[in-house]
């Protein structure tokens, strides 16, 4: 499904950045029709049939509100300690037979996870008509990581409407995933990244006229409104990308690879949410908070490792996970954010890692498993003097005195 040769990497210590992103938000230039539909539930939904709002010709529908989301965030009190919390997103998004998609919407359900699916565009464009797909500085249909069969983008539709039903976030990857070479999305200009969110955009919301598809459920949600961030392939090109999502009005940008466990800031208008350095047990540097990171600090990009290996590397894997969430959890509570893809790179050792490491994470006291959209939703409502403050914690620093003075000193 995807050619990881081509990802590049970020640094000593910090391996390969790999991911396979989701479609940015361009003009809303749908036409609206009226109709009836299945609220976008298809197959395994379980949603009952109900009056929707069809948008354009009838890939994605208005079904109202999203389901299963949390109250409406509230102000930290004085004194009061934050909330920890914790997003696991996915470049990509697609599913293509492996059960990995079904598998964590499963174990999200289980444990009243939110996530983020960062959904590449190309996952629902049949390879057919990849002529449709004008990459900014590169051959018409060219993609790094090429198309799904059509049975797998029929399975992609299924899983990318229950997520939406189960309360996920559908975010993008954009599109063709270039990271290599003249045509990297790093060389990107901001009117260029704007050229391939449209894209990315009509491939999400025009499925059904490049498919011929009519008689599946549309997508349950205007994507115009849903799309408010995206990561951008191998973390590269977020500077130039900036411009063009605080135009479009996207809340966040999750694309920077040099983060650090510290409560985020705005660049331009648009929270800066990162990958994150945590923790990488038995190393004196540490690891980005990226399955493919931690790959290729094991198995130097190679994705079909030593299987003799394969349990020390899940069990450093999950650990690294683990160490980085205690770290803010019982320090600065900094929010912790997962990069993920749906791959069985060295045996799936890393899908079980980030299983195992959200089962050790979820039910703790203040720990909220969210998607970025909601925790956006928590932030922008803050105090600017609270989080100003809290900004002063260092990685691993803990608040002098306790919350109930640290954060008393700013009411």
């Known amino acids: 499904m995807r050619n990881i040769s081509r990802r590049s990497m970020l ?7 790999a991911a396979i992103g989701i479609a940015g938000c361009g003009p809303d230039s749908s036409n609206d029709t009226g109709g009836k539909a299945s609220g976008g539930g298809g197959e395994g939904s379980g949603s009952d049939e109900k009056p929707v709002r069809l948008i354009g010709d009838g890939s994605t529908a208005d079904t109202g509100k999203q389901p299963k989301q949390p109250e409406k965030p509230v102000p930290l009190e004085p004194g009061q300690t934050p909330p920890q919390f914790v997003v696991f997103s996915w470049d990509g998004a697609g599913e293509v037979g492996n059960g990995l998609f079904p598998r964590f919407l499963e174990l ?5 996870a939110a996530m983020t699916f960062f959904l590449s565009g190309l996952y629902l464009l ?3 008509k990849k ?6 500085n590169n051959p018409v249909g060219a993609s790094d990581i090429g198309y799904l069969t059509d049975p797998h983008i029929k399975e992609t539709l299924k899983y990318v409407r229950q997520a939406w039903l189960d309360g996920h976030e559908i975010g993008t990857h954009f599109n063709g995933h270039f990271c290599s070479g003249s045509g990297s999305v790093g060389n990107w200009t901001p009117a260029q990244w704007q050229n391939e969110i ?5 491939f999400v919301t025009q499925w059904k006229t490049n498919t011929g598809w009519r008689d599946l459920d549309p997508l349950p949600f ?11 392939p191998c973390l590269l090109g977020q500077e130039k990308l900036l411009p063009t999502a605080k135009k479009l009005g ?8 040099g983060g650090r466990q510290k409560w985020p800031e705005k660049r331009d208008g648009v929270w800066d949410l990162p990958l994150q350095a945590m923790p990488f047990p038995g190393h004196s540097f540490e690891v980005l908070s990226m399955d493919y990171n931690i790959l290729a600090n094991q198995s130097q990009n190679s994705t079909k490792g030593m299987p003799s290996r394969y349990p020390g590397w899940r069990k450093q894997a999950t650990e690294s996970y683990l160490k980085g969430f205690t770290r803010a959890y019982e320090s600065n509570r900094a929010p912790f954010f997962i990069g993920n893809h749906f791959e069985q790179w060295n045996g799936g050792i890393y899908m079980d890692a980030v299983e195992e490491a959200l089962k050790g994470m979820a039910g703790k006291k203040d720990v909220r498993l969210v998607s970025f959209r909601q925790f956006c939703d928590w932030i922008d409502v803050q105090d600017p003097k609270i989080l100003t403050q809290l900004r002063t914690l260092e990685v691993g620093q803990s608040p002098a005195g306790g919350w109930k003075t640290f954060l008393k000193a700013t009411a």
Not at 11 to 17: D, E, N, P, T
Not at 222 to 232: F, N
């Open 222 to 232: 205007d994507y115009h409104k849903e799309l408010v961030g995206g990561r951008t």
């Open 131 to 136: 002529t449709l797909y004008k990459p900014p």
């Open 108 to 112: 999200a359900k289980s444990h009243g």
């Open 250 to 257: 996207w809340r966040y940008d999750a694309s920077s690879p």
């Open 126 to 128: 049949p390879e057919a």
């Open 11 to 17: 640094g000593a210590g910090l391996g390969a950045a």
């Open 198 to 202: 449209d894209q990315a955009v009509s």
